[in-house]
């Protein structure tokens, strides 16, 4: 199962990148992330650990598997049968504009039954999370 959500943000996209990849900062900036706490040094980067506790769904450990500033980040979780992987990219378009693009995949047996109680949820989760990295971009 694979979920997507793009905006367009009018910031440069290193800008974009030190807000989204700042990300002890989230729970400021989006209402769907209470908690982000690194479990390994930062800076962050690729072998970093985070903790990330959502409101209605379980905490969890995630390992960053790929950090290529100021572009992309992936960070991946595997828990309960179902490995999930976050994708966060930036992209630069024209004039100092940029387009940030999550994808959210979910692999493994139980996915669709975790589909059935989650989809809408995650749908909302993430136009929340990139109308919140616009805002926080978009502000300085």
Do not use: C
Not at 3 to 32: C, K, N, Y
Not at 64 to 86: C, H, K, L, M, N
Not at 104 to 111: A, D, I, N, P, S
Not at 121 to 136: D, Q
Request: charged share 25%.
């Amino acid at each position: 199962m694979r979920f997507e959500q793009s905006i367009d943000i009018d910031a440069r996209q290193q800008r974009v990148w030190e807000v989204l990849g700042d990300l002890e900062t989230w729970p400021q900036r989006i209402e769907t992330v209470d908690v982000v706490e690194l479990l390994t040094p930062a800076p962050v980067g690729e072998g970093s650990r985070v903790r990330l506790k959502q409101p209605k769904l379980p905490e969890g450990i995630w390992d960053v598997t790929v950090w290529d500033a100021p572009s992309y980040f992936e960070f991946r979780q595997q828990t309960g049968g179902i490995t999930s992987v976050a994708g966060h990219r930036v992209e630069a378009l024209e004039e100092g504009r940029s387009r940030l693009t999550l994808t959210l995949e979910m692999r493994g047996l139980l996915v669709p039954v975790v589909a059935l109680f989650y989809k809408g949820l995650t749908n909302r989760y993430m136009t929340i999370e990139a109308h919140g990295m616009k805002r926080a971009a978009e502000s300085a």
